[in-house]
């Protein structure tokens, strides 16, 4: 079993001051995970992922997040937030039940807010 | 190179009337999904293919049938649409292999059940 805890629903963040949208999870398996990003009436769009290599992940758009098995945590981080980084964003947990086949737990979002 | 495409982009049905939602995709990936999005409940699994001839139910598939008509097109069927049905709903493909793959996502379909 597996699930994904995204702790905050919306974060606000003042323009140049750095973005953190914080994520725990739970999974029997050694987990991959995944930040997507998704913006407003627009399909997903992957940020990064985290998938056994190195627990610092960086992404698209001077995104980073960390994968911290003793905390159970991968949140999602950017020094310096941009207008265009307004949307919502959703962590991800993956686990393959059967070769070939890959079922992802989406948490339930957060919107992030960027105040100029 | 169009990606993941989904048809139609929004929909308005009344209870009890059907419809099939498409989803294409050119990137030559075996698995594809269905999910639908409902406020605060991130994306929930609807069915899922793992290869061409392939369908299994996922979280919610009550209401649903979908059809893998080949490598390329998955689609969605509403047989009774009902109110509850009303969501965003998405299509997903993926490359299988050993390893994570990311799955890339389709624009989604708006549909509104009245």
């Known amino acids: 079993a597996q699930s994904v805890t995204q702790l905050d629903s919306h974060v606000s963040v003042s323009e140049g001051t750095p973005v953190l949208l914080r994520c725990n999870y739970s999974?029997?398996?050694?987990?991959?995970l995944f930040w997507y990003v998704q913006h407003p009436n627009k399909g997903l769009q992957l940020l990064l992922k985290y998938t056994s290599a190195a627990t610092l992940v960086k992404g698209i758009n001077g995104f980073e997040a960390e994968f911290k098995k003793s905390e159970t945590s991968f949140h999602l981080t950017k020094p310096s937030a941009h207008m265009s980084d307004a949307a919502e964003y959703f962590c991800?947990?993956?686990?393959?039940?059967?070769?070939?086949?890959?079922?992802?737990?989406f948490g339930t979002g957060t919107r992030l807010t960027i105040i100029p | 190179n169009a990606g993941v495409t989904q048809t139609p982009k929004f929909q308005v049905l009344k209870t009890g009337q059907s419809m099939t939602l498409q989803c294409a995709q050119d990137m030559n990936h075996n698995s594809m999904y269905w999910y639908r999005q409902d406020p605060g409940m991130g994306l929930r699994l609807i069915y899922y293919s793992a290869s061409e001839g392939t369908t299994d139910k996922g979280e919610v598939p009550n209401g649903y049938n979908v059809s893998r008509l080949n490598k390329r097109e998955f689609s969605l069927r509403l047989e009774s649409a009902a109110p509850s049905q009303t969501s965003v709903y998405f299509c997903?493909?993926?490359?299988?292999?050993?390893?994570?793959?990311?799955?890339?996502f389709g624009p989604g379909t708006r549909l509104t059940v009245t």
């Open positions: 991800v947990v993956s686990y393959q039940p059967n070769f070939g086949n890959e079922k992802l737990t």
């Open positions: 999974s029997s398996y050694s987990p991959s």
């Open positions: 997903a493909s993926r490359y299988s292999g050993t390893g994570s793959y990311e799955q890339y």
